[in-house]
């Protein structure tokens, strides 16, 4: 039972343009949310989080958005870099670490 | 080292041979995670061990596989008599506590080939 999910496997983006990830959780149980960016050969890399007291928060490009009645958060990076190109993970916290499968940006110069 | 090490970062093995993957996790990191990645797929948890707590299995896909964690601290990842489905990379995470706010910091990852 995959209790997070992200239904794009893949986004290409232009340089300058903003680039948007999208993530549906099922359990509501574990209101607390992370984003990863995995480059190849490498292990994922913490990003950015957010937790249910907030509906937004803003790391410099990168700006998560929860919408807990809707189960759904997204990662907003604009502009897009090229350095940006990387596979995107979704995390819940809880006991078992839930990561979605993953989108992978690129963004082309 | 500061970050969390794991070996080899490669490893070609021969169908039914067995095969060890080591982790060293942040020094203090009382929480350690195996995940691993196989082509195209997610992040597929396998277990995690906190502290002194009996680890948590239920994401071991069969009884091949087999995990430990020496002195709260390293931890090996073994898979016996490996089937070519087993070929994937296996990453290692670990965190300062289970509370669940907190980031996991990852390996490199072992990139096991199983031929």
């Known amino acids: 039972d995959q209790q997070v999910k992200q239904n794009s496997p893949s986004l290409s983006v232009q340089e300058g343009r903003i680039s948007i990830l999208n993530c549906d959780y099922t359990?509501?149980?574990?209101?607390?949310f992370l984003w990863y960016k995995k480059y190849p050969a490498e292990g994922p890399t913490f990003l950015i989080s957010?937790?249910?007291?907030?509906d937004k928060n803003e790391d410099g490009r990168f700006t998560v958005f929860l919408n807990k009645s809707a189960k759904h958060l997204s990662l907003h990076i604009v502009p897009s870099q090229p350095g940006d190109s990387a596979v995107y993970f979704c995390?819940?916290?809880?006991?078992?670490?839930?990561f979605g499968t993953g989108t992978s940006l690129t963004v082309i110069p | 080292g500061a970050g969390v090490s794991q070996s080899p970062s490669n490893k070609v093995t021969e169908k039914g041979k067995d095969v060890e993957l080591r982790c060293d996790p942040i020094?203090?990191?009382?929480?350690l995670y195996w995940y691993r990645q196989s082509l195209g797929q997610g992040l597929e948890f396998l277990i995690y061990?906190?502290?002194?707590?009996?680890?948590?299995k239920s994401g071991l896909p069969s009884d091949r596989f087999s995990a430990e964690r020496t002195g709260g601290s390293v931890s090996t990842l073994t898979i016996q008599r490996t089937q070519q489905e087993d070929s994937a990379v296996y990453l290692c995470?670990?965190?300062?506590?289970?509370?669940?706010?907190?980031?996991?910091?990852f390996g490199q990852g072992t990139r096991l080939t199983v031929v």
């Open positions: 995470a670990s965190s300062s506590s289970l509370i669940l706010n907190t980031e996991a910091f």
């Open positions: 359990n509501s149980m574990f209101d607390y």
């Open positions: 957010i937790s249910s007291i907030k």
């Open positions: 995390h819940q916290t809880g006991n078992q670490f839930y």
């Open positions: 020094s203090g990191h009382t929480a």
């Open positions: 061990f906190q502290g002194n707590s009996a680890p948590d």
